[in-house]
């Protein structure tokens, strides 16, 4: 199956799903998108893939004190794009820009998600040690 990120189409169905699963969950009102968060959404490269729009979701519905909630909601409460909210569109990269930008987004991704370790780090990607330590370097990845 491919990534949602190649399923663009797919996230606004897949984001209403998931806020009306959710509201039925923790009986509440299913939350409105407003249209500049939908268009974000889309935008969005979603490295957690579909896992990280349902957790999303979740916290939208949870979070969503009038029944609607607009971008600067979602970006205060979550900081859901991290930094890359106002990045460079893909169209605006060149395919090794967006190869290295999105290497450097997986290798942090695992880093948080193992904690720091290496090892298993580069064992998950496919890589060496040695390898995953000079794309630290590369990428100015701060492991601290």
Same mark, same amino acid.
Request: aromatic share 8%.
């Given at each position: ?9 797919? @996230?606004? /169905?897949?984001?209403? +799903?998931?806020? &009306?699963?959710? $509201? $039925?969950? +923790? ?9 500049? !968060? @939908?268009? #974000?959404? !889309?935008? +969005?490269?979603?490295?957690?893939? %579909?896992? /990280? ?6 916290? @939208?519905?949870?979070?969503?004190e009038n029944g609607y909630i607009n971008w ?11 930094? &890359?909210?106002?990045?460079? *569109? %893909? ?14 987004? *997986? %290798? @942090?991704?695992? =880093? ?19 390898? =995953? +330590?000079?794309?630290? #370097? #590369?990428?100015? %990845?701060?492991?601290?």
């Amino acid at each position: 199956m491919p990534s949602l990120r190649e399923r663009t189409e797919d @996230i606004p /169905e897949l984001a209403n +799903y998931f806020l &009306k699963q959710f $509201a $039925a969950q +923790y009986q509440m009102p299913v939350p409105l998108l407003k249209e500049e !968060v @939908i268009t #974000q959404l !889309v935008a +969005y490269k979603w490295p957690g893939n %579909i896992r /990280e729009l349902r957790n999303l979701m979740e916290r @939208i519905t949870v979070l969503a004190e009038n029944g609607y909630i607009n971008w600067e909601e979602l970006t205060q409460h979550f900081n859901l794009l991290r930094k &890359k909210v106002e990045q460079k *569109r %893909i169209t605006d990269m060149s395919l090794l820009q967006e190869k290295e930008e999105l290497e450097k987004e *997986r %290798i @942090i991704q695992l =880093l948080e998600k193992y904690n720091g370790n290496k090892s298993v780090a580069a064992k998950k990607l496919g890589i060496s040690r040695v390898t =995953l +330590y000079k794309k630290i #370097q #590369q990428f100015k %990845i701060n492991t601290r």
